[in-house]
């Protein structure tokens, strides 16, 4: 049995908050260069908002925040911004994984990893020990991460388990090997800095998530931002695939209830 309800398979009971945020945190680089710094001001600047965003989401009750910090495709920078971002990323565990785990938030870290070196994945581990009974937000970065990389690991892991399943595979039988079996499907996801793509970011689960895309570049993203992402969300109709009239008569039974 599939621990949350799958998009796909039935129509998931739409609730007032978004349990689940996921957010590709984009427009560090040009928010440095709007202020004739170096980019990775940019990235350095973002990290206040991670901070501001996280604390948001518990405020409002969310229960899943997951925020795409490196892809798999970012390894193709030069080599200078990427060393900056593998220190910045280990500078933050070390600092912050306490008043994370202070506020009762479990950390996850979802991608591939056989890059980083041994000291950040020591580091991931323990944090993720350390959090792991944690109840008030699941908060996942998604660092090395790719959703066709994501897919294809599961793939593999789902076969290695169950050879004998190759012939009739279902839905849940890779859903369990995602890096993000632990999380329901995202409600919402907001993707900042202007451009409109996936980057191959979450590819299996945002088959019906509300996509919301905003011109502020991520070092300038707020808490009151996030509000308007919400309340764009809220004007939403999610029909997963039924008609207008069919969503407004469930709701009114449920309202009979
Ligand atoms: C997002 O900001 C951070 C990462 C991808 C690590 P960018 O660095 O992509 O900023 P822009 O898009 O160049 O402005
Ligand atoms: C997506 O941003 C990845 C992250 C925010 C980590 P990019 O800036 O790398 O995306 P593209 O290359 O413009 O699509
Ligand atoms: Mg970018």
Redesign the pocket.
């Known amino acids: 049995m599939a621990l949350f309800q799958s998009s796909t398979r039935t129509a998931p009971a739409i609730l007032q908050v978004p349990r689940h945020i996921a957010i590709?945190?984009?427009g560090n680089g040009r928010w440095a260069k709007q202020r004739f710094l170096p980019r990775i001001a940019g990235h350095q600047r973002g990290v206040e908002t991670v901070r501001e965003v996280v604390k948001a989401c518990r405020e409002l009750g969310v229960e899943y925040l997951t925020l795409?910090?490196?892809?798999s495709?970012?390894w193709r920078r030069p080599a200078d911004e990427v060393s900056f971002l593998m220190q910045l990323f280990l500078k933050m565990l070390q600092r912050e994984v306490s008043k994370l785990h202070e506020n009762n938030i479990r950390l996850k870290i979802i991608g591939d990893r056989s890059r980083f070196d041994d000291n950040l994945n020591q580091c991931i581990v323990d944090a993720e020990q350390l959090t792991a009974d944690n109840g008030s937000l699941t908060l996942t970065v998604?660092a090395d991460y790719g959703g066709r990389w994501d897919i294809m690991q599961a793939m593999q892991t789902m076969l290695q388990k169950h050879p004998d399943l190759a012939g009739g595979l279902n839905e849940e039988d890779l859903e369990a090997h995602l890096a993000m079996n632990y999380a329901p499907e995202p409600d919402l996801f907001i993707r900042t800095?202007g451009?409109q793509?996936i980057?191959n970011?979450l590819l299996w689960q945002l088959a019906y998530t509300e996509l919301y895309f905003t011109d502020t570049l991520w070092p300038a993203f707020d808490g009151e931002a996030l509000k308007l992402a919400i309340q764009s969300y809220y004007a939403r109709e999610r029909r997963f695939g039924r008609t207008s009239d069919q969503v407004l008569n469930e709701r009114m039974q449920d309202e009979k209830k």
């Open positions: 590709i945190m984009d795409f910090a490196f892809s495709e970012n998604a800095g451009e793509r980057s970011f």
